[in-house]
């Protein structure tokens, strides 16, 4: 632990946190709560063996660092990463929410950060061992429960594996989130396909007998949907979509609007994941220059089959 004034606040928090984390704490020596804290803090960062660095600022003789930082009241800790705060958290909270907010951010024991841990199950799954994978994701949420990237991945290779109870429960948090991600909507409609190819005895059926029935009744959208959902299952989706958007211009409201939603998950799946907090884009320069404009979304194949299905959707919508 160190004391830190605006004398060595460069060197010591924004030229260190270039290398290990730093945890500030703005304390003051009247604050109760900051004497409760403080001790805890120095407890963890010897647990943590260097894993991050502990700095304490007194916020009235450095009232010049605690405007710089909002400071409104203590204790308050503000972690910071490469020269700049990433997150923080106040009051004197007990040591197993301290452990949790650092889990988030920190490197594990082996080096790893939460995020390298995730892009670590990627290559164990590109390698073809997906349990390994599962591990490695499972791993990194239990360090981190609101790793979202990781949850999504987890779940999303849960129900490729048909370990669907599994990834029910592991879904269930991110669904019942407020405001809840478009991208977990579509995990449960994922879900809900490989569940009616599981345990629907039309789940095994093949495309003609679905088609035998449609044939006889246009408006069956059960059996459109049937068929829908094990297309999906088998990675064909603009067939899938295509039975989907049957069903959807005869009824839009049909079944609590499952097709739709069904729609919109399938897009959404197809979808490439969005850019890293950080991460530089590849049409871009370092600078932020746009190098490829509409070039790279125009050539790209997966692009322009989500874009094709988008405007059909809208077209039958409105």
Sequence with gaps: MINVTLENFEAEVVAASTTTPVLVDFWAPWCGPCKVLGPLLEKVEEDYAGRFKLVKIDSDQEQQLSK??????IPTCVLMVNGKPVDGFMG??????VKSFLDKHLPSADGLSPQEEAQDAQALLAAGDPQAAL????ETLTIDPSNDDARYD???LLIETNALDDAEAALAPALAAIPRQLRFEALGQFLNAFTFVTTDSRGQWGVDQFDALIAAN???FDARLGKARVLMVNGQWTESMDELLEIIMRDKA??????RKTFVAILELLSPPKPKAGAQDPNKTAGGIEIAGKVVTETDPQALLIAAYRRKLSMVLN
């Design 68 to 73: 710089a930082f909002g400071i409104r009241s």
């Design 254 to 259: 049909w079944g609590d609007a499952v097709p």
């Design 135 to 138: 591990n490695k994701l499972l």
């Design 92 to 97: 004197a909270v007990p040591e197993g929410q």
């Design 154 to 156: 987890y779940v999303k």
């Design 218 to 220: 246009k408006r069956d």
